[in-house]
């Protein structure tokens, strides 16, 4: 085989991780991430291996190994596109906030910059692989704006969506369940296929890796995505039936899990999905089933994200209805921040919209997470309170340390699972807040028995 470069377009929380496993299993391909973003660019290249601009258990010591023996950090991307036999096109698709399919449609504009980037600058043939989430039929109008370059170059368009879960990403790529490869059924698309095939090939076990038509490709990350997204909302559900009940959805979960044919995994009730996928691959789900004018189908997914905001909505209002009906001036104190542990990432965390709730209803809060940093915390409320009137207070800070951030807190909301939360010195957390002390737990992570002795007064999701 003979790819002997490979460039991948974007440094993100996809582009990043991946190229730095594919750069440890193949250390005679050179890997070299392009990113426009020259602060991002800059911390992948720290000496300090903690100021990585992502973090995930694993990376830094991955790219501690492999940072510039044949793994590069550059924003050349011109330089990188032309040199490079490979390239993976990992930036962002978000949601579209403006003209048509406005919140709902993945906004391609930084898709087709890349597209027309290699068009202009490529000349020698290449395999182009899209790695982030897009939209079915995407790779058509990749193809359409490569071929039509005039300048005798062959193009290669694959479909070789990731799977990764945040948080756990290194585990998730270096023995991922499957890789799946979409590409043309042409002689050039069947080898194109086997090149990239072969690279996984180099720690993925062959029957692990998956080829099919770039269609098919495309729409199975949707769909993955979207039964995830429906297990989490389809238990959230149940939760809230437990809490009218007694029943207890912990228990109803272990119950059913229990059958092999529903198995354990994703039936944690939460405080509500988060996370830059879930809701934007639905969203795009529902537009496509709309656009094909399937409107059943595209009603039937819109569910999964209906059930996921009431599961946001209702916890602010639990916190509200619960302090006596108001929250106005009280502190309450947020554990976590990020969607999910073990990573830094905001991107449509419940945390968010829990805070723009009660901040609207005049609460102060103070945060802790161990991993995001205060200005990112302002800027993912910014977006959301952009809409609010004077009446919304901005009172929030991010503090360094949880025994700070609780202090003198009438209530405390979890809303990330993070493993260090359940060591604390909950006692001494207890003595120092407001009474009586409450606790919406909406990650179920801590110890109800333990906080109820203490003197608590504990909520968790769905009992
Ligand atoms: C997801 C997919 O899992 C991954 O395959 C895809 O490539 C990208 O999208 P990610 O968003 O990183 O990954 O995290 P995931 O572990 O799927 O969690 C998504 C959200 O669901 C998080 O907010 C998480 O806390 C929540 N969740 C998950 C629950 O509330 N309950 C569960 O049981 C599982
Ligand atoms: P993901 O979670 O999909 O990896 P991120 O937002 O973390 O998404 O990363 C995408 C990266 O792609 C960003 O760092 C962004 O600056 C980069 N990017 C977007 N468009 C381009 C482009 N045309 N050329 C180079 N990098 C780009």
């Known amino acids: ?241 437990c809490e009218k009940t007694g029943a207890d959805v912990n228990e109803v979960a272990s119950a059913i899990g229990m059958d092999s044919r529903i198995g354990h995994k994703f039936l944690k009730a939460s405080v509500g999905f988060g996370g830059s996928c879930f809701q934007k691959d639905i969203m795009n789900l529902v537009y496509i089933a709309q656009s094909y004018g399937l409107q059943e189908v595209a009603d039937y997914w819109e569910q999964v994200i209906i059930m996921n905001d009431h599961q946001k909505r209702r916890f602010g209002r639990n916190i509200v209805k619960t302090l006596y009906n108001t929250v106005a001036d009280k502190k309450i104190a947020f554990l976590g921040w990020a969607f999910k542990k073990d990573t830094n990432d905001t991107r449509e965390s419940a945390a968010i919209y829990v805070a723009a709730d009660l901040l609207c209803e005049q609460a102060n809060i103070a945060v802790f997470d161990p991993k995001v940093t205060e200005m990112q915390m302002k800027s993912d409320l910014d977006l959301v309170l952009a809409g609010c009137d004077e009446t919304c207070s901005r009172d929030v800070s991010m503090q360094e340390d949880a025994y700070n951030t609780c202090k003198d807190a009438h209530a405390i909301a979890v809303l990330t699972e993070w493993d260090e939360f359940k060591t604390y010195d909950w006692q001494r957390i207890y003595d120092n807040m407001m009474k009586p002390a409450f606790i919406f737990d909406g990650r179920n992570v801590l110890d109800r028995k333990e906080l109820e002795t203490i003197g608590f007064i504990y909520k968790g999701i769905g009992s």
């Open 1 to 241: 085989m003979n790819i002997k470069k490979i460039c991948c377009i974007g440094a993100g929380y996809v582009g990043g991780p991946t190229m730095a496993v594919i750069a440890q299993k193949c250390p005679s391909i050179q890997v070299t991430v392009v990113d426009l973003n020259e602060a991002r660019i800059a911390a992948w290249n720290d000496t300090d291996l903690n100021k990585l601009p992502i973090y995930e258990p694993g990376l830094a010591e991955i790219v501690g190994e492999v940072r510039n023996r044949n793994l590069f950090f550059s924003t050349e991307v011109e330089k990188a596109i032309e040199e490079a036999d490979m390239i993976f096109i990992s930036v962002n698709t978000p949601t579209k906030t403006y003209g048509l399919g406005k919140g709902m449609a993945a906004d391609l504009k930084y898709i087709e910059l890349c597209a027309r980037t290699i068009a202009r600058v490529a000349k020698t043939d290449k395999i182009v692989i899209e790695k982030s989430t897009l939209p079915v039929r995407t790779a058509a109008a990749i193809k359409s704006i490569l071929d039509h370059t005039g300048n005798g170059v062959q193009f290669q368009i694959l479909s070789n969506p990731e799977f990764l879960a945040e948080g756990t990403a290194v585990k998730d790529l270096l023995a991922p369940d499957r890789v799946l490869i979409g590409g043309d059924d042409s002689i050039e698309g069947q080898i194109a296929i086997a090149e990239l095939a072969f690279i996984y090939s180099n720690w993925v076990p062959q029957e692990r890796i998956l080829t099919t038509n770039v269609w098919s490709s495309e729409l199975s990350k949707l769909t993955a995505n979207a039964f995830l997204a429906q297990r989490v909302s389809s238990i959230n559900a149940m939760s809230e039936l």
